[in-house]
Every structure is written in C-alpha cells, then in structure tokens.
C-alpha cells in the first residue's frame, strides 16, 4: 500500500477512537496497521535493548529485531556501547546472525567484508585498488545507557530522554544495574498484538484472577494513595515510606506523563521478594544494599519495556513486535554480579514466579487478541484501575495523529 493510503486509512482508524475506550479493532489486527505502528513508533522513538551486563567484555554483542531492521549492540574496544544497523555496506546481508555472541570483528557472512567493532570497514577483500574503505562504514543507531540500561534509537533525530534519565535515576541507581550480571533470560512468543501486550501490563485489574504466584508478594494497588485501598495496604504504604525516606530512596511517583512511569511499591507483609513464599531469591543484595526489604521500584517506558529493581535482583521486559499478531517478550533476571549460582541463588526459585505470570499473562494476551478479530468486537470502557491505559492509548494516539499529519484531537479521557 502507498504510503499516503497507509496514512489515510491509519487517520480513520484514528477517528473512530473513542476516548476512555480500547482502540478500534484495525489498530489491533490490520497488517497495514502493524506496517505503520513500525513506522510512527518502533522507528522514532528509543526501545530498551538490554542491560549493560549482557555485553560485558569488548566484542559482547546482542541482536535485536525492529521490524525488518535488524541492530546490533556490542561493545567496543574502548569499553563503550555502540550499535549499528546489521546490514553490510557490501549487497546487504546480515551480518551477526546470532541473538548474542562475542567477536573481535563483524566479519559479514557473504563475501567477508571486515568490520571494526567501532563500526569501520576494515577490509573489503577482492576489491580493486583505490577502493574507498571509509564510504562503507556500518550505519549507526543512536545509544543512550541509564544506570546500565541500554536504549537504542534508528530514528534520525529521536526524541530527548534527559527528562526520562533525571527521573528514574535515582530510583533504580541505588540498585546498581550495571553491576550485575544475568542469571537467566528468556524469550517468549505472544500469539497477539505488541499493544495488547502493553495494555496487559498496564493494569493490574486482571491479576486477583490470574496470578496468584505473583500475588504471594506484589499488592495490586498501583498508587500511595489509591482510593480502593484497604487499610492493610495503608498501613503498609505508611511504614515504607518512612523507612524508604529514613534511607534516602525516593518512591513517590515521578511525574512522567504519557512517556514513562517511575514509582516505589512495597510488597506484601512479610514478602520481600518475587518469590514462592516471598522470601529473598538472592542472599547476596544488589549494589551496596544492605537492607533487604525495599519493596520494588516499577519502571517501565514507552513502546517496548518495564522492568522490576528489587533489593536482591532485577527484571527487565523487553517487548518486540514481529508482526500484527505475534510478539516476543524477552525476560532478563539480573543479580549482583558477584552472585553465585547454587551459593547465593538458585535459579529455578528466583524466575519460578515470573515464569508463571509471563506464560498466564501470555494466555491473557492472546485470547485477547482472539477476541478483538471477531466481528462482534466493539471498544470498550476502561475501568478505574485501568487509568494507565488512558495513558498509553493517548501516547498512542499521538503518534500516530503526528505519523498520519493530522491534529491529535479528543484523544484524551480528561480533555
Ligand atoms: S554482502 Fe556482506 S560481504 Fe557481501
Ligand atoms: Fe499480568
């Protein structure tokens, strides 16, 4: 399809949306919808890729999948984090065909055209003399690390992320993410659309009925000041947070909008970590910390990632879509990197709870995704609890309003 009929057709699924409502069902299922969805935000804005623990030593790299954009992250000999488009300046190929590996050189598969890990081509074998090596540099993608956290950007000109950094960073760097190391990550398939899959995360409506492993330690309320909340929750709230300021770590909610949301939650009495019975998962605490009780500072950004900082471990989500229907999330468990397995951890117990919760969520999604395709979907209402949900369709909106050039009119519940 043109890309001006995309636009078009995108504009009048927008029209339909109605605010305080789940989005019309093209937005959903439509593969020319998926094709603008990968334009107007997988190619604008920042994703989250990985920790900085994945790619340790110089040559560690990862490959991710935006779109048909395949990326490569890695890090150079200088110990910086670069990452550039896997295609080779040659005919095209891919060049890392692995999800990670570690090289001393991008060496293409095809005809074997050399790479610096800084991106240069190096060598172009066969080439005739005078061939210009320095016109045949890998392209670069843009690279942000928070506190370890590894952002990445194709788009020429992405948004500023100052704001998203000065705001979680002194949440999540008492945690010291990036001194930690993986202690197990997984990858699964969600036979659904990447927003439903965001959406799912958003509200925590379905999780009394659905994930009563996670419920052993995470209270479902997602503000201080929620107004269903019952007096337990009250109480534990209160002597958190005093303990929380006596330690200096912030937990009120940070003010991000529309684009990301940054928040201290305690666990339930006597949990302390996502566990069977809420005990620790790890006896060595992350960083410094000393004080094994600090609930867990929830983070996630918009489009692709949330993630969990608890005092012994840390969760990082990380969603992709790979068409209208199918997404993959891969979970990353991290602990303090001087951890050691079968000694202070022990792996089963420390992703157990999560495994559960992602496969349930999984299942939520998808029947989900089953339900909108009938012809008997129409929008329905948000409740309440679902408030975050305002937030994402509005952000959603947005940029598909600023993708299709029209004005992102009555897209809000509040306007
Ligand atoms: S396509 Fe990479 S060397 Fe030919
Ligand atoms: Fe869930």
Not at 113 to 128: C, F, I, S
Not at 217 to 242: C, K, N, V, W
Not at 398 to 415: N, S
Request: aromatic share 10%; proline share 6%.
């Amino acid at each position: 399809m043109m890309q001006a009929m995309l636009r078009e057709r995108v504009a009048e699924a927008l029209a339909q949306h109605r605010p305080g409502f789940s989005l019309p069902q093209a937005l959903y299922v439509d593969d020319d919808m998926h094709r603008a969805d990968l334009e107007a935000v997988f190619e604008t804005d920042w994703l989250f890729a990985c920790n900085v623990a994945e790619i340790k030593q110089p040559g560690d790299y990862i490959t991710l999948e935006i779109g048909p954009n395949s990326v490569v992250v890695l890090r150079d000999r200088d110990g910086q984090v670069r990452a550039f488009h896997n295609t080779c300046r040659h005919r095209g190929s891919r060049i890392c065909l692995e999800e990670k590996g570690r090289a001393n050189r991008l060496v293409c598969p095809y005809h074997q055209w050399v790479y610096e890990l800084d991106g240069k081509l190096l060598n172009a074998r066969q080439m005739p003399q005078g061939f210009d090596v320095s016109q045949y540099h890998l392209k670069p993608a843009k690279v942000e690390v928070i506190c370890g956290l590894v952002y990445i950007s194709i788009a020429e000109d992405p948004p500023s992320l100052a704001r998203f950094r000065a705001a979680i960073s002194p949440y999540i760097a008492p945690h010291q993410p990036d001194r930690t190391k993986v202690a197990y990550q997984c990858t699964i398939v969600e036979e659904a659309n990447w927003k439903l899959v965001i959406e799912n995360n958003r509200e925590c409506y379905h999780c009394a009925g659905n994930h009563p492993e996670l419920l052993v330690s995470l209270i479902e309320f997602a503000l201080p000041d929620d107004p269903r909340a019952t007096a337990t929750f009250q109480d534990i709230m209160g002597r958190a947070a005093a303990k929380w300021d006596r330690l200096g770590l912030p937990h009120r909610p940070a003010d991000g909008g529309n684009e990301f949301r940054c928040i201290r939650l305690p666990f339930n009495e006597g949990a302390v970590s996502f566990t069977m019975d809420g005990k620790p998962a790890c006896n060595k605490l992350l960083g410094d910390l000393t004080e094994p009780d600090l609930g867990s500072v929830r983070m996630f950004r918009v489009p692709n990632n949330w993630n969990h900082f608890l005092a012994d471990h840390i969760i990082h989500f990380r969603v992709l879509p790979l068409s209208a229907n199918r997404t993959a999330v891969k979970t990353t468990w991290l602990v303090h990197e001087d951890a050691v397995e079968g000694v202070d951890y022990d792996v089963k117990r420390l992703t157990e709870v999560w495994i559960a919760t992602n496969d349930q969520d999984r299942r939520l999604a998808e029947n989900n995704h089953l339900g909108v395709r009938s012809k008997a979907y129409e929008p329905g209402p948000y409740a309440p609890s679902e408030f975050m949900l305002n937030n994402f369709s509005d952000w959603y909106m947005r940029k598909m309003a600023a993708y299709c050039g029209v004005e992102a009119r009555h897209l809000t519940a509040a306007e």
